[in-house]
């Protein structure tokens, strides 16, 4: 069985945890270098990305994490979590987040805006065959995409699911990008984490690790 490690400075740690086991998967908390060193791929948790990157500075995590990614180790990251794996944040704290890098996309973060802080749909996820239920919490969205990026999930109209949230079909959100995987990297703005009976997503990141 693939070690994958969930990096646990901040956010959403014992979730991801929790996810990966029922997936059959051996998960462990990542705080130190020796820690990072053992794992075959790494779960990024939802949480506050300006933190996450204060964090990595004082656990002196940043440079091995980034060079980690920049050799290939998959990686996973919801929310905050696929904020820190962008090359790009473009929003005005933007200067606070320090991005790893391992994804071709610019993120925006709370893109949703306050009228929509948190809401939840169904929606289609390329290579799940079944709709996923997503849960959005001050969420970003993906920007803009490089070549090698491809997009798994967006945001439904309503016309498509039944369940999209007035404020999200009034503010046409529909169609924003909220999952990519580029290579062994997957991210989505959204937490599967916190549907419990529902692994598929991290499935889908577990079969990454087992193929990479
Ligand atoms: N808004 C947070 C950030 O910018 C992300 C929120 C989350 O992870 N639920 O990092």
Known sequence: EPVIGVLALQGGVAEHLAALERCGAR????????????????????????????LLDTFELYEPLRARLADGLPAYGSCA??????????????AAVRPLGALDVVVRRNAFGRQVDS??????????????????????WVEKIGDEVSVLATVPHRSEGATTPDAVEGEGFAGRIVAIQ????????????????????HRYFVQIVRGW
Request: glycine share 10%; proline share 6%; aromatic share 4%.
């Open 81 to 94: 979590g696929m904020i820190m794996l962008a090359s790009g944040v473009d929003d005005d704290r933007a």
């Open 119 to 140: 809401f939840e749909t169904d929606l289609d996820f390329q290579g799940i065959e079944d709709p996923v239920h997503a849960v959005f919490i001050r969420a970003p």
């Open 27 to 54: 998960a462990v908390p990542v705080r130190r270098v020796e820690e990072l060193d053992q794992v075959d791929g790494i779960v990024l948790p939802g949480g506050e990305s300006t933190t996450m990157t204060r």
């Open 182 to 201: 580029q290579g062994a990297v997957l991210a989505t703005a959204f937490h599967p984490e916190l549907v419990e009976g529902d692994e598929r997503v």
